[in-house]
């Protein structure tokens, strides 16, 4: 015949309980998605160097037309790598070249740069926005060092 209404009453707390569970869990996940990614801003690739002390000082640039000229800087307390990029605008926007300029220990390190990843945003009403991850090539083209640039907004311009 029929089920009691204890059973209904069972079965209804379980569904509600699972429903509130995937909701809970669904929520942890967004959230964690959304958290700041913990990415250093600067890595050693080759030789596995610490440099979690290095942090992004300033990101400089100027948009003029389907170009962008930008400049990151990046520092500890004892040295400053420069790298500057250019950008082709388009879709999608490209990496055109790059060189990078770091004094460590007194000896000059350089190279040119390869991007990994790209984020371009608008400047059509305001500033552009430029962030994403680059690796620094030695001068036998291997990648040396790698830089993660957040979304930046280039507020300030750049006359390189």
Known sequence: MGSSPAKYTGELYNLTTRRFLLILSLGVVLLTGCGESKRKAVQDLVGHEDLSSFTLHSVAGTRDGDRLRAQAIFSDSSSILMVEMHFAIGSPTTLES???????????????????SLTFLGGQDGPPSIGGTFDLLGSDGVARY???????????????
Request: no cysteine.
């Open 98 to 116: 790059g060189a990078w300029h770091w004094s460590r220990g007194g000896q000059p390190l350089n190279g040119s740069i390869a991007s990994r």
């Open 146 to 160: 790698r830089v993660n640039i957040p979304v930046t907004q280039l507020k300030t311009r750049w006359k390189g």
